[in-house]
């Protein structure tokens, strides 16, 4: 199994009660119940007020390395990921479990 995590930061002036950003979390709360090759799936906004926070998480796995580049490849989640281009950066971190 793969664990696949990422973290977002929203741009310097975006807020998360954006009509475009609300939509971004949209799009990846629903990725869950379009992707098959997820086996876990979640997604929210950070709680922390700490300043190195970052804003929303996702927490998600694969069964394998062929399984995540089908996710990544995948018209949902590539469509998800182009609206948070527009607003926000991310570091993602993919490890064995």
Known sequence: MIRHLVLFKLNEGVSRDEERVR????????????????????????LSDRPIAYDFAINSAVADADAL?????????????????????????????
């Open 23 to 46: 939509a971004g979390a949209r799009a990846f709360a629903e990725l869950g119940a379009q992707i098959p090759e997820l086996t876990f799936w979640e997604c929210g906004w950070n």
């Open 69 to 97: 580049t089908r996710y990544v490849e995948h018209p949902a989640h590539q469509a998800a990921a182009a609206q948070w281009r527009e607003f926000a950066t991310w570091v993602i971190a993919d490890y064995a479990f």
